[in-house]
């Protein structure tokens, strides 16, 4: 009898499901330092100005990126002046990779190149609006000692010449590249009116060697692609990594001991531990807004069916028995309601359910014979995204739909595109786009993580040391 996951999978996808298991873990030691954030002394008054704010919404964005101007952070010596150089820089990718801000280049600026600006000082705000900014960033590096390393910084509106924003961090010197993302956050919610999604990161799946003996590893990186490294050591294949929304955990689907199961793993330890005791295999795992409790699906046959297992007693409770091919659940925001991809109807289609099962409303329709997976719910709540397999051209896109299944947008097409993960406030998706080998042995074949506006604006390739693919993006913080 055809094992469900490996149906689906040839169905819906191009990819091999391999053999294989869970690596054993490294105690990577990945707690994050605490960072303390206090309000900047003020600023002496800036003179009287006047002119359009900054302050814009995303729509707007979209169109005419915000120009901002970020001259390196101070420093009172060299290694502190050095420190602000990165600190800059880093601020400066964040923004400028969204595509909502416009980076003005330092060689426009009129103060010499590479100068930065005290930001206990009022800028001369006539040298910003002359190369065409509308917000300027300026701050200090210094270590107060014991390994630490404070971090002040001020956000301008440059027309109307007034201080947006003014604050100074204490962390550990090494926690650096975090104060940037925050302090690009902060920009960002500042100007564009919604929290940002720089200090996050990613989990996915690092892929090597030849096509036909793949090894599939857990990794984690900044979003940035920063900070990269391996969570297990590839001894068996890993699938579908998911974050915790509230702890430092992370559940995924293996293969250890050639047995398919979901497994959880815990980022301060490295610890792994299996998820239940199925007699099918589990897979397709996510958890619940709360974080208390892990939806995943069981195999039953010739079929799979929904389950929670709640994450302190183990207790199983089972939602779907419809005799179908029941997977990839992922539940709303809220808790309340549950969307899944189903072939009860005879074909892979999306299906939205109650948080605690029952009646099911199918919500895709696509012409041709198009069939439907991976379905994931925005943090925002508005949208659903999903994979599609289009039914004339046979290749793959990546869309989203109203959660009523109206509005339906592709966003990106390819030979292989999949696996869609919104960012903490729902404004771009990352997924992951394979090329097909050229040659048995797997000549030409990549596999790269994308990210693209939820409009289908702005897609980039993000940058990981092997192949990756089955990208989750963290909550903020985390």
Not at 42 to 52: D, H, N, R, V, Y
Not at 177 to 188: Q, T
Not at 232 to 250: K, Y
Request: net charge neutral; glycine share 12%.
């Amino acid at each position: 009898m055809t094992d469900p996951f490996q149906a689906f999978a040839a169905r819906a996808s191009r990819r091999a499901v391999l053999g294989g298991g869970a690596a054993s873990a490294l105690a990577l030691g990945m707690g994050r330092e605490a960072i303390a954030a206090t309000p900047a002394a003020p600023a002496p008054a800036a003179p009287g100005g006047g002119g359009q704010s900054a302050v814009i919404d995303v729509n707007r964005a979209r169109a005419a990126p915000i120009p901002i101007a970020i001259p390196d952070f101070v420093g009172g010596d060299a290694d502190a002046a050095q420190l602000g150089r990165n600190i800059a820089s880093v601020i400066t990718a964040d923004l400028g990779n969204c595509g909502l801000f416009r980076p003005i280049d330092k060689q426009a600026f009129i103060q010499a190149a590479g100068q930065g600006i005290d930001p206990s000082a009022v800028p001369n705000f006539q040298n910003w609006k002359v190369i065409g900014a509308q917000a300027l960033v300026t701050g200090k590096a210094e270590s107060v000692g014991g390994g630490q390393v404070r971090v002040e910084f001020r956000l301008w509106d440059v027309l109307p010449q007034t201080q947006i924003q003014g604050t100074a961090y204490t962390t550990t010197t090494a926690n650096w590249r975090r104060i940037a993302h925050i302090i690009a956050d902060v920009i960002y919610e500042r100007l564009l009116g919604e929290k940002g999604y720089f200090d996050t990161r990613i989990v996915y799946v690092a892929g090597t060697g030849p096509r036909d003996r793949r090894v599939r590893r857990l990794a984690i990186m900044d979003q940035d692609s920063a900070n990269n490294r391996f969570l297990t050591d590839g001894t068996w294949t890993v699938l579908t990594p998911r974050f915790n929304p509230t702890r430092p955990q992370i559940a995924f689907m293996s293969y250890a001991n050639q047995n398919p199961r979901v497994y959880l793993f815990d980022l301060g330890s490295g610890r792994q531990s299996v998820l239940g005791d199925f007699r099918g295999m589990t897979f397709a795992p996510r958890f619940a807004p709360d974080g208390n409790s892990v939806i995943m699906a069981v195999s039953d046959g010739g079929g799979s069916d929904i389950v929670t297992v709640d994450l302190a007693s183990r207790a199983m409770r089972r939602l779907t028995n419809s005799g179908a091919i029941d997977v990839s659940p992922c539940y709303s925001p809220d808790g309340t309601q549950i969307v899944f991809n189903s072939d009860r109807g005879g074909d892979q289609q999306l299906y939205i359910m109650p948080a605690g099962g029952g009646a099911a409303k199918r919500i895709s329709f696509g012409v041709g014979g198009s069939r439907y997976a991976t379905p994931v719910w925005s943090p925002r709540g508005d949208l659903i995204a999903f994979t599609k397999l289009g039914g004339d051209t046979g290749n793959f896109s990546i869309g989203v739909m109203n959660p009523d299944g109206s509005g339906e947008r592709i966003l990106s097409e390819g030979w292989t595109v999949e696996g869609p993960t919104f960012c903490p406030n729902g404004r771009v998706i990352m997924f992951y786009r394979e090329t097909p080998a050229t040659s048995a042995s797997g000549a030409g074949y990549s596999a790269r993580l994308v990210t693209i506006d939820i409009t289908g604006f702005n897609e980039r390739v993000v940058v990981t040391p092997t192949d990756a693919t089955d990208p989750a993006w963290s909550p903020l913080g985390a």
